[in-house]
């Protein structure tokens, strides 16, 4: 039995469209618009995260079933192969760094991290560029798949950010730095199905994401300044510390990509910034400090900083910081080491089995133009159980070290810590699967393939758009190295037919996706594990997170592509030559 996708189902290209979109926008209404009465009696939009993402997955399943003729057992197959990643490895990894969050909290040992990073400065808008957006690169370089989000998000938490301000800050930090993700994983998928080689690739986006290196902290200040209620001066008050963070980073992830390296841009970006901007930060600091969630100005602000300054914090001796940091040093060590082909591959030679997806594997094929050639061409579906590889086990080993031999737990604490973070996890979770289980009937049945081809239609335009397809596709699929998986062979064949640079268009599929990042369900369920203790206060939060970064993201992805435009027809000597 062989299911070919076809994507004109109703022999109507606009409705076929609309009804492909249909899955999604059932999931955004449900998330972000449907009205309800909380328990207060008070009006809300958007509802209970779990029953918006399991309504989206029967309706993403029915029309795979009804609409695109898939086998039922074909449709079901990829929906628990899809939930089955979420598990592993997208819910691993945040569970085991909620874990060991959860172990320094239980420990006390959190306050002198939160201090330490408070000495370095009391104010908030630096404490974001510091963690989320510097710290966060990091993390996105050596593990990605959430990490960032999950780490700096909690991170800031304790730093007394409030929980929605961390979410919405970490999301829109966690773009820039994505397209090189977890040792570059992105950019050598899309190497992979384009044929076109990972260095040509690396170096094309390294002409065009510095450029966001250097606007995303200022947006990321002005963002955090404008939830508390603050105003443009207080933006700008923190310029060449924001400039300092940036740039440093920007040039560091131009010069890394010039030279051809893909695996080590955004570890060695997401180092050299927060090293330069905390030195930058022993001679500098803003005349007013904000550290409270209220932004200040005037005498309140002058007021507030004499406070601040006045204001002790505890002295430690370097046993006791250490202590506290090493647990988070182990966690950064390993999300690199676990990110290592070499590790990685011992690891798998260790223990990685796969298992071909019954009724799915070998039936499911896409046909062209989304295949590339003139035939069609299989949809492999074999899921591969890399539980010693995963990112989350190499977290997970990082706080079993430091629980026993660092932080030292005692039983009951042990105790406390496995009973916080399984209470705190297992809604998110479910919901993480059960969106990623959607996401892999989308794509297995072609639905996401017939959204795609919508863009391909839009002519001498399409540089613009190609970088929105890239955007689509991660808002679809939740990940840049899954968007380039599923577009990047079409990105190719649409740039060739048109007579375009299919290093420039099959580039723009990888960074325009990095802006769609903030505003997939799975991201924004992380988001709310991270930062809300309370599982149901989190999946209540989904709907207002999405409904503060959906703007962000548009407004980047409309920045982005504006450039690649610019790229394509104006600024042509930024373009890399490509010679197939």
């Not at 207060?40 to 795979?64: H, Q, S």
């Not at 730093?159 to 829109?172: M, N």
């Not at 794509?443 to 540089?463: E, N, Q, S, W």
């Amino acid at each position: 039995m062989q299911y070919l996708q076809n994507y004109n189902p109703l022999n109507n290209v606009f409705l076929s469209t609309v009804v492909a979109a249909l899955p999604i926008v059932v999931l955004l209404y449900l998330l972000a618009i449907h009205p309800h009465k909380n328990k207060y009696g008070r009006i809300e939009r958007g509802i209970f995260a779990p029953y918006a993402a399991i309504t989206a997955a029967v309706v993403g399943i029915l029309i795979a079933v009804m609409v695109m003729k898939m086998p039922v057992p074909s449709a079901i197959s990829a929906f628990v192969m899809g939930a089955m990643y979420g598990l592993l490895p997208i819910g691993w990894i945040v569970f085991s760094a909620i874990f060991l969050y959860t172990m320094t909290l239980v420990t006390g040992k959190f306050e002198i991290v939160k201090n330490s990073v408070a000495s370095i400065s009391p104010d908030r808008r630096l404490q974001a560029l510091l963690v989320a957006f510097s710290f966060g690169a990091f993390m996105e370089g050596a593990a990605g798949f959430g990490t960032p989000v999950a780490v700096a998000g909690a991170l800031m938490v304790g730093l007394g950010f409030r929980p929605i301000t961390a979410a919405v800050i970490c999301l829109i930090a966690n773009t820039a730095p994505v397209a090189w993700g977890a040792i570059g994983t992105p950019i050598l998928t899309l190497a992979n199905v384009s044929g076109i080689p990972a260095e040509l690739i690396t170096k094309m986006a390294g002409r065009q994401l510095p450029f966001f290196s250097i606007i995303v902290p200022f947006w990321l200040v002005a963002t955090l300044v404008f939830m508390d209620k603050g105003k443009w001066k207080d933006v700008w008050e923190v310029w060449p510390a924001t400039l300092v963070c940036g740039a440093s980073f920007a040039l560091t992830q131009y010069a890394m990509s010039q030279a051809g390296n893909v695996m080590l841009v955004d570890i060695a970006s997401g180092i050299v910034s927060m090293v330069v901007t905390a030195l930058f930060l022993k001679v500098w600091q803003p005349k007013h400090i904000i550290a409270t969630e209220d932004a200040l100005s005037g005498e309140a602000a002058a007021t507030s900083a004499v406070a601040v300054k006045k204001q002790q914090l505890p002295r430690y001796t370097t046993g006791e910081l250490v202590q506290a940091w090493l647990p988070w040093v182990l966690l950064a060590g390993a999300v690199f080491l676990w990110g290592m082909g070499g590790w990685k591959a011992f690891l798998n030679s260790i223990s990685c089995p796969k298992f071909n997806m019954p009724y799915l594997h070998g039936i499911v094929f896409r046909t062209p133009p989304v295949a590339h050639g003139n035939k069609p061409e299989l949809e492999a579906a074999v899921y591969t159980f890399n539980w010693l590889s995963a990112a989350g086990t190499g977290i997970m080993v990082a706080a079993l070290i430091s629980g026993l031999f660092v932080l030292r737990l005692t039983p009951a604490q042990w105790s406390e810590t496995i009973r916080r973070t399984v209470v705190r996890m297992k809604v998110p979770i479910t919901v993480i699967s059960t969106v990623v289980g959607l996401g892999y009937v989308t794509r297995y049945a072609g639905t996401d393939a017939i959204l795609g081809l919508a863009f391909t239609k839009t002519g001498a335009a399409y540089p613009f758009f190609a970088s929105m397809l890239g955007w689509l596709g991660v808002f679809l699929t939740g990940s840049d190295t899954s968007s380039n998986a599923m577009f990047g062979s079409l990105q190719r064949i649409t740039a060739e037919q048109l007579g375009l640079n299919p290093v420039l268009i099959v580039t723009a599929n990888s960074t325009g996706g990095v802006m769609g990042k903030m505003i997939d369900a799975q991201s924004i369920v992380v988001a709310t594990v991270a930062c809300y203790e309370d599982h149901e206060e989190g999946m209540a939060a989904v709907g207002p997170i999405f409904r503060n970064v959906v703007w962000h993201s548009l407004a980047l992805a409309i920045l982005l592509s504006a450039l690649i435009w610019l790229q394509a027809y104006v600024f042509t000597g930024m373009q890399v030559p490509f010679t197939p």
